[in-house]
């Protein structure tokens, strides 16, 4: 990991309250970006594990598309990601982002925006409001909403091609939103967690027979995100794929294991059959009934 400056502090600016903020309906506000890994679809089983503790802090050291936060609604949360440029459009939603170009599904206007974007981190300008703006624009328009750099650290994405996209033009709900929530862009491991904190982590998945993957999230960081989590003082939830692995890991550090079935599909032998996945949870204060593993663990 490169020991770069986090982004919040290259920007240099200052994260409290926007400025006219007014109360945002919790029900409106919805993931801002298409992030791959969204967990949305856990928000039934995350509700009431989270409700005896909304007055604490929420934290998501793998923050990502923020489906989890937006979900819950927190007054208060610690949101980090190591992918800087997600943290700066955050950062700049929480300021009222302006976007003042007429965003198109067009593959023309799309390349040109990429150019554009890739000019500003030559620069040094990756901080900056112009940015943000764009990378909400790639990420709308570009193939599968995915974040993908060559090795020369160009933002690689082709056009996606889409029959219709919504472009969102006003963020202000956001401003409000997010006005009690804190953006940071770290690794997991540096991020400044208070003992009462409540912790959602979910991480990237476990990819099972592999120990280094391609976004740098391998087995030796699986094994580095379970033993710091263990060592949090306050409530924990864990997310990830039920890989045998994984469950004999959590299970190890005295994790209580709920299993579930994702949404999308794996087929290994042409069944399709929903993907298992793991919550392992830690302080929370009630046990899950159903620690038993169907993968075979
Ligand atoms: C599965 S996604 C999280 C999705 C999120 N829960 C949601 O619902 O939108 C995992 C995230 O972990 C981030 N990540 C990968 N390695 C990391 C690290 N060492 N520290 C912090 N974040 C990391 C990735 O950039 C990615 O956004």
Redesign the pocket.
């Known amino acids: 990991?490169s020991e770069t400056a986090p982004i919040e502090k290259q920007a240099g600016r200052d994260l409290s309250i926007a400025a006219g903020a007014k109360p945002v309906d919790p029900r409106t506000v919805r993931?801002p970006l298409k992030?791959?890994?969204?967990?949305?679809w856990q928000l039934p089983e995350l509700e009431p594990l989270w409700a005896p503790y909304q007055n604490h802090r929420l934290v998501?050291?793998?923050?990502?598309?923020?489906?989890?936060s937006t979900g819950l609604m927190p007054e208060r949360a610690l949101l980090?990601?190591?992918?800087p440029h997600?943290i700066n459009f955050y950062i700049w939603l929480k300021r009222g982002l302006p976007i003042s170009f007429d965003m198109k599904n067009d593959e023309r206007q799309y390349y040109r925006c990429r150019d554009r974007f890739n000019a500003l981190l030559e620069a040094g300008d990756a901080s900056t409001a112009e940015a943000a703006a764009l990378f909400y624009y790639l990420n709308r328009t570009g193939y599968n909403g995915l974040c993908r750099f060559n090795s020369k650290g160009g933002f690689n994405v082709p056009f996606g091609s889409y029959t219709n996209i919504g472009y969102k033009r006003d963020f202000l709900e956001y401003t409000s939103a997010f006005a009690g929530w804190e953006f940071t862009n770290?690794?997991?491991e540096r991020i400044p967690v208070a003992d009462d904190d409540f912790i959602y982590a979910?991480?990237?998945?476990d990819v099972e027979f592999t120990h280094y993957s391609k976004?740098?999230?391998g087995w030796e960081?699986q094994e580095r995100a379970a033993e710091w989590l263990s060592k949090h003082k306050g409530p924990v939830v864990l997310?990830n794929q039920a890989t045998p692995r994984i469950v004999k890991l959590y299970r190890a550090l005295g994790f209580n294991l709920k299993f579930l079935d994702a949404p999308r599909r794996i087929s290994c032998t042409g069944d399709r059959r929903p993907a298992p996945e793991v919550l392992a949870t830690r302080n929370i204060g009630v046990r899950h009934q159903s620690d038993t593993c169907q993968t075979g663990v």
Do not use: H, Q, T
């Open positions: 990991m993931p992030w791959a890994g969204g967990k949305r998501e050291p793998f923050c990502g598309g923020l489906a989890v980090n990601d190591i992918n997600v770290r690794d997991f979910d991480p990237p998945y976004g740098g999230f960081e997310s």
